[in-house]
Nanobody, 118 residues
Framework: QVQLVESGGGLVQIGGSLRLSCAAS?????IAWFRQAPGKEREFVAV?????????NYADSVKGRFSTSRDNAKNTAYLQMNSLKPEDTAVYYC?????????????WGQGTQVTVSS
């Protein structure tokens, strides 16, 4: 069992930046970020794997603006969000896989609200 605790959400102006953190209670193979806006389905944002020097993948909507990283010593992942837009407003969740063989993300954080306004 791995517990994930998120922090770092808040209210930010258009064009601003926020950094989300996701602290894991144990080792993980991959930590991904998802978001869900009101009335919309949850969508993938970014992922970082603990192999290959930290392979990453991003949704097209955030490429060039968001970046994910991890501090293995702290078992913590980060999502740096720059040039924020109103359409980035959502509850952001981190999720983890503990082994490469897992098909789904079995461990989820509690979510943190990000609101981008003018």
């Amino acid at each position: 069992q791995v517990q994930l605790v998120e922090s770092g959400g808040g209210l930010v102006q258009i064009g601003g930046s926020l950094r989300l953190s996701c602290a894991a209670s144990g080792r993980t193979f991959a930590i991904a970020w998802f978001r869900q806006a009101p009335g919309k389905e949850r969508e993938f944002v970014a992922v970082m794997y603990s192999l290959g020097g930290g392979i990453t993948n991003y949704a097209d909507s955030v490429k060039g603006r968001f970046s994910t990283s991890r501090d293995n010593a702290k078992n913590t992942a980060y999502l740096q969000m720059n040039s924020l837009k109103p359409e980035d407003t959502a509850v952001y969740y981190c999720a983890a896989k503990t082994t490469p063989g897992q098909a789904n993300y079995n461990y989820w954080g509690q979510g943190t609200q990000v609101t981008v306004s003018s």
